[in-house]
């Protein structure tokens, strides 16, 4: 299981490949790759801040709580931090499993919780300036499945 925080741009084909790499024994591998929206020309980039080791931590528990629930081989999880511009990627999660849907349940977890609960703090910077933001509340109802 791991988990990085990165500031600079990384390229999700490249991690998926590496994470794929000498499993003979698992069945199924889901990955996510979320990319950083223009959202019209309103976003020019987009800012996420985290505390050092205190966001890691939290989302290895959560990465840890879903390889137990789900009976997962491995967790990936790499997210930026930073300034990131649109069309970059902002997270990639891949899940290995013995099957399927355990794989896709568990990335689908992870990516609820990183939406909604991991201790990051979300801007974007556009035209008119900068502009927190929360999770909506379509997040919120998907994250809520989970509980």
């Keep these: ?25 698992t069945g199924a591998v889901v990955s996510f790759t979320g990319l950083a929206r223009a959202e019209g020309g309103d976003a020019q980039a987009l800012i996420l801040e985290a505390y050092p080791g205190f966001t890691e931590a939290a989302i290895e528990q959560m990465a840890e709580a879903a390889r137990t629930r789900f009976e ?7 997210h930026r931090i930073g300034e990131i511009a649109a069309g970059e990627a902002i997270v990639f999660v891949a899940t290995a499993s013995t099957h399927r849907r355990a794989a896709f349940e568990a990335a689908d977890l992870l990516m609820d919780y990183l ?12 035209p008119d300036g900068e502009h927190w933001i929360e999770p909506t509340a379509r997040d919120i109802a998907d994250a809520a499945r989970w509980d």
């Design 1 to 25: 299981m791991t988990v990085r925080l990165r500031t600079a741009p990384f390229d999700p084909g490249e991690l998926l490949s590496d994470f794929c790499s000498g499993r003979h024994e």
């Design 72 to 78: 997962l081989h491995d967790v990936l999880v790499v």
């Design 115 to 126: 939406k909604t609960r991991a201790p990051f703090w979300k801007k974007t910077r556009g």
